[in-house]
């Protein structure tokens, strides 16, 4: 079992840069793929980041390729995601995952964090 806390968002404005953190518990951090997924107001659940349990590997779509990075600290226990050129379309409640591989669907991670609101100001 494997429990995530997201934090870090907040009301920025367009252009801003902001760092989400997700806190894992759990001796097995490093054995899972991390993943970032966003939900906006009346739309489904799309996929954001990805990182491999090493850290090696990362994944993104084009829609955040080149402005997002996610990363990690398995000594800390944490998946960070720094977003930068903010836009008022990445509004959402941003989700942090955990699964036993990285995943571009919500269907192939098996841990959920409550997510965290962010939202961007034109």
């Known amino acids: 079992q494997v429990q995530l806390v997201e934090s870090g968002g907040g009301l920025v404005q367009a252009g801003d840069s902001l760092r989400l953190s997700c806190a894992a518990s759990?001796?097995?951090?490093?054995?899972?793929?991390m993943g970032w997924f966003r939900q906006a107001p009346g739309k489904e659940r799309e996929f954001v980041a990805a990182?491999?349990?090493?850290?090696?590997?990362?994944y993104y779509p084009d829609s955040v390729k080149g402005r997002f990075t996610i990363s990690r600290d398995n000594a800390k226990n944490t998946v960070y995601l720094q977003m930068s050129t903010l836009k008022p379309e990445d509004t959402a409640v941003y989700y942090c995952?955990?699964?036993?591989?990285?995943?571009?669907?919500?269907?192939?991670?098996?841990?959920w964090g409550k997510g965290t609101l962010v939202t961007v100001s034109s």
């Open positions: 995952a955990a699964g036993g591989a990285p995943s571009y669907s919500q269907y192939g991670m098996q841990y």
């Open positions: 759990g001796r097995t951090f490093s054995s899972y793929a």
């Open positions: 990182i491999s349990g090493s850290g090696g590997n990362t």
